[in-house]
């Protein structure tokens, strides 16, 4: 399996389709998801290519992982939730649609569950969801 330089996240790094950006160092990336199944669900990608997590390198895991600990702390604190479900998906077979690595952080609270996959969010709840986590980021 090749990397396709034309995938969608691909295409939101370069800047070619806009997203709501919450964090970005050298290496990573984070923006959210805008069919979210949870208030707060974000995504988070390595700069540079591979599908996922099966042809990823030590490093680009390293970078990624060290940012949705980050970024699940603050998305936790910003929505006052109980918890965290990370999400990863390789390859069709696996549930993977889009084919640049990413990890789902979906805030949780008790006893609420996740809402069906594939829903278009309203875009002025989801920037304002962004804000919340940024704001706990700094
Ligand atoms: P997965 O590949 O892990 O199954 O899911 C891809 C995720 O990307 C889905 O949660 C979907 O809502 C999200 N997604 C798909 N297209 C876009 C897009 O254009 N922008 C953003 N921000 N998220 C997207």
Redesign the pocket.
Known sequence: MTYDSNN??AK?LRGE?P??KIFEDDDTFA???????ADG?C?VIPKTPCRNLLDATPDQLASVMSTVQLVSRAAISAFDAHGATI???NEAAG?????HL?F?ILPRHDDIKLRP??VMAEMEMVKSHADRIIAALS
């Open positions: 969608i996240f939101i389709i997203s709501f923006f959210m998801d805008i069919m979210p199944r669900h995504l999400q990863q998906f549930g993977q649609e889009v084919f990413h789902h996959p594939g």
